[in-house]
């Protein structure tokens, strides 16, 4: 499957960036944010290649999201921050049907009625 949007797979699944309207300059993301986006697309380049997939279709599926989610574990905690994590076992990166278990099914594209 060809993805219009982000062919090359430089979008995570799940949105980690600071958002304006225009009306205010967006707040910068903190330190362990930033290392938790850069941790999440080196887990996506190497997790990709185990389970053969590109790096696209890799983040676009659920092992995508628990990957990324995982990456997010990772960088707080190496931050020393010890509050709120996402719950799930770190072979959902890996196993689609764990995956899915833990943080449901990736989004399907709407079929084309023309």
């Excluded at 290392?35 to 990709?48: C, I, P, Q």
Aim: charged fraction near 25%; hydrophobic fraction near 40%.
């Amino acid at each position: 499957m060809k993805h219009r949007v982000d062919p090359e797979g430089k979008r995570l699944p799940i949105k980690l960036d600071s958002t304006s309207n225009g009306e205010f300059a967006p707040v910068p993301l903190w330190p362990a944010n930033l290392e938790a986006k850069r941790l999440a697309h080196e887990f996506a380049s190497s997790l990709s290649k185990k389970t053969n997939l590109t790096r696209r279709s890799f983040l676009v599926s659920s092992c995508g999201a628990a990957s990324t989610l995982l990456a997010f574990n990772a960088a707080n905690a190496a931050a020393g921050r010890s509050g709120g994590f996402f719950d799930l076992p770190k072979d959902a990166a890996l196993d689609e049907r764990l995956a899915r278990a833990q943080v449901g099914p990736a989004a399907t594209p709407p079929r084309s009625t023309v």
